[in-house]
């Protein structure tokens, strides 16, 4: 029997060298994210933190490739999208 992890559950913790400067927030992009199907992963805009916050459907998606975005508090873009 398969025991699945209770959602939502600590995917990754993104952090930008440049929060030591200046405020970041964290955003993401991409299926699962803001396209359908949505709100499969989310971010915490101030830590950046990543979750999966819903068990994930291997035969509706084989894979998701989310972008991370960076921007400072008046929105200017930090880093590039990886």
């Not at 400067?21 to 199907?37: E, L, M, W």
């Not at 972008?67 to 200017?76: E, F, K, N, P, V």
């Amino acid at each position: 029997m398969h025991a699945s992890r209770p959602a939502p559950a600590t995917l990754a913790a993104i952090r930008s060298d440049k929060d030591n400067d200046i405020p970041i927030r964290y955003s993401i992009t991409g299926v699962g994210a803001d396209q359908p199907p949505m709100e499969v992963f989310s971010i915490d805009s101030m830590s950046g933190r990543m979750y999966v916050t819903r068990p994930m459907d291997r035969e509706e998606h084989a894979s998701y490739h989310l972008y991370l975005r960076l921007a400072s508090a008046s929105g200017t873009e930090q880093d590039p999208t990886l």
